[in-house]
T-cell receptor, first 113, second 113 residues
Framework: DTEVTQTPKHLVMGMTNKKSLKCEQHMGHRAMYWYKQKAKKPPELMFVYSYEKLSINESVPSRFSPECPNSSLLNLHLHALQPEDSALYLC????????????FGPGTRLTVL | TQLLEQSPQFLSIQEGENLTVYCNSSSVFSSLQWYRQEPGEGPVLLVTVVTGGEVKKLKRLTFQFGDARKDSSLHITAAQTGDTGLYLCAGEGGTSGTYKYIFGTGTRLKVLA
């Protein structure tokens, strides 16, 4: 299995909702990442997990809460988001952290109303 | 944080034409990756260049890393409609010992039949 999968594909939520994005990979990669991509812009790194531990938080607001339950799964919990948080959220994995060859999932298109 | 500037920003060409996309920085990168991203999907890794002056070929795509490892180029020969997409260079651009994987500003390519 050489895929990174993400669910849901699309998500619409209100500013008071709590939702979660899920990411899964079965390539045995030990690093996983969350990126945010606004329209017409390149992806921006949010979080890096290495061996299921948070290694890097790029000063992301606390309304985004990542979780890595095991080496194959990565979640992003969302709470009290703002309309400007609407974006494509991409998950990626790599063999090891800071190995720059990353494999991306298809993303979750998030709309905050 | 180091920056990666890509040019051109947009490119619209006819099928069969050749094109070159540039990725430039004022800083040295230990390696650079090139990705292609289609609308609504995650970036797909095309290649990694590591050694200054390195040239790598992937079918009709030729990637080059500058001698000083500050720039890279992607040349497509006889473009096809399937080459349409957003081309992104990326690399590890953190400063002061911090890790930050950054993407270039992107080149949006449209190949017309």
């Amino acid at each position: 299995d050489t895929e990174v999968t993400q669910t849901p594909k699309h998500l619409v939520m209100g500013m008071t909702n709590k939702k979660s994005l899920k990411c899964e990979q079965h390539m045995g990669h030990r690093a996983m990442y969350w990126y945010k991509q606004k329209a017409k812009k390149p992806p921006e790194l949010m979080f890096v997990y290495s061996y299921e531990k948070l290694s890097i938080n790029e000063s992301v607001p606390s309304r985004f809460s990542p979780e890595c339950p095991n080496s194959s799964l990565l979640n992003l919990h969302l709470h009290a988001l703002q309309p400007e948080d609407s974006a494509l959220y991409l998950c990626a994995s790599s063999v090891l952290a800071f190995n720059n060859e990353q494999f991306f999932g298809p993303g979750t298109r998030l709309t905050v109303l | 944080t180091q920056l990666l500037e890509q040019s051109p920003q947009f490119l619209s060409i006819q099928e069969g034409e050749n094109l070159t996309v540039y990725c430039n920085s004022s800083s040295v990168f230990s390696s650079l990756q090139w990705y292609r991203q289609e609308p609504g999907e995650g970036p797909v890794l095309l290649v990694t260049v590591v050694t200054g002056g390195e040239v790598k070929k992937l079918k009709r795509l030729t990637f080059q890393f500058g001698d000083a490892r500050k720039d890279s180029s992607l040349h497509i020969t006889a473009a096809q409609t399937g080459d349409t997409g957003l081309y992104l260079c990326a690399g590890e651009g953190g400063t002061s010992g911090t890790y930050k994987y950054i993407f270039g500003t992107g080149t949006r390519l449209k190949v017309l039949a």
